[in-house]
């Protein structure tokens, strides 16, 4: 499904007053400019403008494609609030142009998006053009328009790989090879996980090797990274882990392991208490089969480098790795993500005190430190100019922060009780190494057990991640494609943050969260998450 940007904008040399509009529509993948529309439209009002580019820029999108995707991009808040349901039409001129706009594509396929006014420069030239071309008794003409001057040019299509030359077995030989087990890759995929089953039920007795199975000795050796304690094991297929390489991630060095004297393989570990050292050399070295799952083909790993079998099965496995990516490098997520921009409230007077403050406690407002830093945040968020709903905890001083930031944004506050912080019991208002001297016991479970409660029947942390995901499904629910503000607390920051990661319960304790910090996590349509900030503090600076 194609993906347009739509940008528009109008105006009024009066308001109401001689009127003009100008959209353009844009491929979200390469920038290329798609289509320009502009018109002079008499005496109107600034509003009324700006909905005839939005309509412009819509039909003009609908024509080049009526199945696609639409990102609306606008520095006019008033018709991105009221297009996105936010805000009522009240104005009996612009009501029917909303309606008109809705009715052009479904609505579930079309987001809006605020943008400062500098980053509309195309769409704006456009609408000045058709007023100046209005002034001069004319229409808009798009043979005589200069209005597209920033525009990035397409992605140029890179040519066709060379054949290649030279003898047998060189580099670009090798390159040929890989292209060709690519396009076979996909067939290949329908039939892995059978293949996969026979080589597991014939583990003991090894058939004849093929292109996909060079080494027999192989399928009957257990593929290492499944151990509990194996370093493998906890590589995996994240883009920044160590089994990329082990031949999991699209940046593999697969080709070095267990290869050869020089191999890299000795880092992969291969077994629940592997000593890693000792992978490597061999040609059926185990080291092959490190990072892999247990239905994997273990053995493609292990083959002699310089049979020709060796090469047309690495190639081969070079191609699927591409053709079928694993998990963590999925297929891109065409749709815009949810993204959730975490503010941790500014500071109250027990901050510096490093006391435990939660949601049962004395519930404390904001310090005159808190305060002016939460108006630092407001302006750093108004300069970038991406935030469209703010969202905040309950509690007094996340509703206070969340105020002043919704003010300077021109947004309402929107009360989401799932946000709180934990309720830490009867350890509220006392520093950590007082719950230490009075309560150790309960504090050395709490910090082993995320099940565990503070004591007096506080909140354990599993209370709190269940509670925190449940808000973070809902709000994703109703906020789809728009970037949102979460006004909350440490933990459930931490929380969030944890769980996007898939990190266990205990890596709440190993990450530092300042007051008014700003954190990141985008959320896509497939279930995946993505980190994209945490603890940013520099618009404290």
Same mark, same amino acid.
């Given at each position: ?44 009002? *600034? *509003? ?110 890179? =040519? ?7 003898? =047998? ?36 007795? =090894? ?5 996909? *199975?060079?080494?027999?000795?192989? &399928? ?49 570990? &291969? ?114 100019? &991406? ?147 945490? *603890? ?6």
């Amino acid at each position: 499904m194609r993906e347009f940007i739509v940008e528009a904008d109008g105006g009024s040399r009066g308001n109401p007053g001689p009127a003009g509009y100008g959209a353009v529509v844009s491929d979200a993948a390469t920038g290329e400019t798609l289509a320009e529309a502009a018109e002079y439209i008499g005496v109107a009002t *600034n *509003n009324v403008a700006e909905y005839r580019g939005l309509l412009a820029g819509l039909r003009a999108a609908r024509d080049l494609d009526p199945e696609a995707v639409v990102r609306v991009r606008m520095d006019s808040k008033l018709v991105v609030e009221q297009m996105s349901g936010r805000w009522k039409i009240k104005h009996p001129d612009m009501k029917p142009l909303a309606a008109e706009a809705a009715r052009i594509f479904p609505r579930e396929r079309v987001t809006y998006e605020w943008i400062p006014r500098e980053r509309n420069k195309h769409a704006d030239r456009l609408a000045n053009e058709a007023m100046d071309a209005g002034a001069r008794g004319e229409q808009w003409s798009a043979s005589a328009s200069t209005a597209d001057l920033d525009t990035p040019p397409a992605r140029p299509v890179r =040519p066709a790989p060379p054949e290649p030359q030279g003898p =047998p077995g060189d580099a670009a030989a090798g390159a040929a090879r890989a292209r060709a087990a690519l396009a076979e890759g996909a067939a290949r995929n329908s039939t892995t996980a059978a293949r996969n089953r026979t080589t597991a039920a014939q583990a003991e007795t =090894p058939a004849a090797p093929d292109l996909r *199975n060079d080494s027999p000795a192989d &399928t009957a050796q257990p593929a290492s990274g499944t151990g509990p304690a194996s370093e493998a094991g906890q590589a995996g297929p994240g883009p920044a882990s160590e089994a990329g390489k082990a031949g999991t991630g699209p940046v593999s060095e697969a080709g070095k392991a267990g290869t050869g004297p020089a191999s890299e393989a000795g880092q992969a570990g &291969t077994g629940p208490v592997s000593e890693v050292g000792k992978a490597g050399p061999g040609p059926v070295s185990e080291a092959g089969k490190a990072g892999t799952d247990p239905a994997s083909e273990a053995g493609q790993s292990g083959t002699d480098p310089t049979s020709e079998a060796g090469k047309a099965g690495a190639d081969v496995r070079a191609a699927e790795a591409v053709a079928t990516p694993r998990s963590g490098w999925g297929p891109a997520d065409m749709g815009p993500p949810a993204t959730f921009v975490l503010l941790r409230h500014g500071e109250t007077p027990l901050t510096p005190q490093k006391r435990f403050s939660g949601s049962g406690g004395s519930d404390p407002s904001l310090s005159g430190i808190g305060r002016e830093q939460a108006e630092r945040v407001a302006a750093a968020l108004a300069r970038r100019g &991406t935030v469209q709903a703010v969202v905040a905890s309950p509690l007094a001083r996340t509703r206070e922060t969340a105020q002043i930031v919704a003010a300077r944004l021109g947004l309402d506050v929107q009360i989401e009780e799932g946000l709180r912080e934990t309720d830490f019991g009867a350890w509220e208002g006392l520093t950590f190494g007082e719950v230490r001297e009075r309560h150790p016991e309960d504090l050395s479970a709490w910090l082993s057990a995320p099940d565990a409660e503070p004591t007096g029947g506080g909140e354990s942390f599993a209370a709190t991640a269940a509670r925190v995901a449940a808000a973070r499904d809902k709000l994703i629910a109703a906020h789809a494609g728009r970037t949102v503000l979460l006004v909350t607390h440490v933990t459930p920051i931490k929380t969030l943050v944890r769980l996007a990661l898939g990190a266990p319960p205990e890596a709440l304790f190993r990450m530092e969260l300042s007051a008014a910090s700003l954190s990141a996590v985008a959320y896509y349509a497939d279930g995946n998450a993505s980190v994209r900030l945490f *603890n940013e503090t520099s618009h404290l600076r």
